[in-house]
């Protein structure tokens, strides 16, 4: 609460101190840039689909020593693919002297360009952060006062899109990134993740299944038992082996979902992201709700399936061309209130959407009949791009 305040308050005297000292946005001289400071304040999806910007800022800047100041569990999304020259870490418990103490130590680094691409949690933390830390040139999202050089968010543009082309507008000339987020995972790290799984890959189709995601956005989850249901079915019909994946805050999530099973199926929990990133490399196939790990499932090159309730996915869907979404065309979505906020008598957005419906979407993707799908060698086979 008295962050919040104290944000507004900064906010509030940047756009006055706009109005009365009203000046055009300094003119960024790209060859003048030789320090640049990443700032990133939230969860593994939302850096997934921050990579292109990433992408962006190292193909536009070979020469510029670039920082970041991060979250642990999104500096791990990135897998040591990015040659940064100083890393610091950012806790969101951080309170507001420890945020203003790494502001701090981060403004003696005098950096010529600082960047905040498309995330709306933690924005308002990152505005902050910017404006402490005082970089000659400060990128940022429009309607945040903080910084020197806006853009605008794009509604129904998807973020990875949006934060692969945020540079486009303050420098000229080509500026490379890739159409995707990429994780590069070694064949030797997904052998070892079936071992540590306990797997031994025989031919049968492994499929990954992240029931959950943070404690805060458990809205967004489908329900437990059509889980429990749909693992069921694939099992069945597909002979299929499920993994159910647990995070730190779906504690016996996977259990209740077991519980209410027919057959048996694997659960995994309290595994590093590295490892965890790993085993869904492993996988043939990823179901998941709207979460995090869908995103890093996209990002191994692993197909697909979201099952999305009251948010966007043409904002913040998983984000490929292995990607599939199961989700219903409701008047009222997408929306973003939380649990107990809902406009309607139920959650139909995800309450509608029947285990058997996720089931037949699976099968028509990989285009086989149900009674000869785990014939196939390969789910590589199975899907169109």
Not at 12 to 26: D, T
Not at 66 to 74: E, H, K, N, V
Not at 104 to 133: C, M, N, T
Not at 154 to 165: I, L, S
Request: proline content about 4%.
């Amino acid at each position: 609460m008295i962050k919040n305040t104290l944000y507004k308050m900064i906010a509030v005297y940047c756009a006055i101190y706009r109005i009365f000292f009203k000046k055009e946005p300094l003119k960024i001289n790209a060859s003048d840039i030789k320090k640049v400071l990443i700032i990133f304040t939230h969860g593994i999806g939302d850096m997934c689909m921050f990579m292109p910007a990433l992408d962006m800022v190292f193909s536009r800047f070979p020469h510029a020593q670039i920082d970041i100041l991060t979250t642990p569990s999104a500096l791990t999304v990135l897998n040591n693919q990015y040659a940064f020259g100083k890393i610091k870490f950012l806790h969101l418990q951080n309170s507001l002297r420890e945020q203003k103490q790494i502001a701090e130590e981060l403004r003696k680094e005098h950096y010529d360009l600082s960047l905040v691409g498309v995330v709306s949690p933690g924005i308002e933390d990152a505005a902050f952060l910017s404006w402490q830390i005082k970089a000659k040139y400060r990128i940022g999202p429009k309607n945040r006062p903080v910084y020197t050089h806006t853009f605008h968010i794009k509604e129904g543009v998807h973020d990875a899109v949006q934060n692969g082309t945020i540079l486009r507008q303050f420098f000229h000339g080509e500026i490379n990134f890739k159409d995707r987020p990429k994780i590069h995972i070694a064949d030797e790290q997904k052998k070892a993740a079936l071992n540590e799984m306990g797997i031994n890959d025989g031919g049968k189709y492994i499929i990954g299944i992240h029931p959950g995601g943070l404690e805060v956005d458990k809205y967004r989850r489908w329900p437990e038992e059509n889980f429990a249901q749909l693992a069921d079915l694939l099992i069945e019909s597909c002979q299929a082996r499920i993994v159910f994946f647990e995070g730190p805050e779906e504690y016996l999530l996977a259990d209740r979902i077991c519980a209410k099973m027919q057959h048996k199926a694997l659960i995994i929990r309290g595994k590093p992201l590295k490892s965890v990133m790993e085993m869904i490399k492993a996988c043939h196939l990823f179901i998941s709700s709207d979460s995090g790990l869908g995103h890093i499932a996209a990002a191994v090159d692993v197909p697909v399936l979201a099952i999305f309730g009251p948010a966007d996915p043409r904002r913040t869907s998983p984000f490929g061309n292995k990607v599939w979404i199961v989700r219903k065309d409701l008047k009222c979505s997408p929306c973003y209130h939380k649990t107990g906020y809902c406009t309607q008598i139920k959650r139909y957005c995800l309450e509608d959407i029947s285990s058997n419906e996720v089931f037949q979407r699976i099968l028509k993707i990989m285009k086989v009949k149900e009674d000869r799908f785990y014939e196939k060698k390969s789910f590589s086979q199975l899907y169109s791009a």
